[in-house]
């Protein structure tokens, strides 16, 4: 099974801050990740697939890079309504795995 | 407008047994691989089963082989997620989830969440 490990688990940042959530994989699963965020009491959202694909209506200050075994979710410019937490999926060879998630809280 | 909405949870004993069902509407259900995924109180998210839009290729994590089946109705546009000899680890918000297509094919990422129901096991 392919495992996925986020970092940091929490990060403080302040309104304004550039933010990097890394993820990392067991095993290369190529560019098959996916980037969800959630917010209390709610179902997850995606807002990236296949590394760096913004889905529809997903702010530009949110983007996506890497491939093989290591990815990273950049936030360009914390906006209030982005603490949340976030979390990667990979999605190669008919399986599927989340990260244990990132808490993105206000400083 | 898609829409995912999931019924059936509620209160179960260790041993137990409960049925869980996701009525699809806003899309061709049809064409979809659906997926429930959990999410334990305090926790990340944990995928837990996954079918074909044809019903044909079924597949689960580890942690509910054997225990949980999942199954989907045409005529009903529901998914379903029959759960038995449930533990109390299985205690969680359980969404269920569509599988993005691109170019014609299921991906294995999740486009559209419902709200989730909750399943409690508690002697």
Known sequence: ???????????SASVGDRVTITCRASQSISTWLAWYQQKPGKAPKLLIQKVSTLENGVSSRFSGSGSGTEFTL????LQPDDFAT????????????FGQGTKVEIK | ??????SGGGFA????????????????????????????PGKGLEWVARISWNGRSIGYAD???????????????????EMNSLRPEDTALYFCARDAIVYGTSVGYFDYWGQGA?????S
Do not use: N
Request: with cysteine; net charge negative.
């Open chain 2, 13 to 40: 004993q260790p041993g137990g047994s409960l049925r869980l069902s996701c009525a699809a509407s806003g899309f061709p259900f049809d064409d979809y691989a659906m997926h429930w995924v959990r999410q334990a």
């Open chain 1, 74 to 77: 950049t936030i360009s410019s």
């Open chain 1, 1 to 11: 099974d392919i495992q996925m490990t986020q970092s940091p688990s929490t990060l």
């Open chain 2, 1 to 6: 407008e898609v829409q995912l909405v999931e």
């Open chain 2, 118 to 122: 909750l399943v409690t096991v508690s």
């Open chain 2, 63 to 81: 942690s509910v082989k054997g225990r949980f089946t999942i199954s989907r109705d045409s005529a009903e546009q529901s998914l379903f997620l």
């Open chain 1, 86 to 97: 976030y979390y990667c999926q990979q999605y190669s060879k008919y399986s599927e795995t």
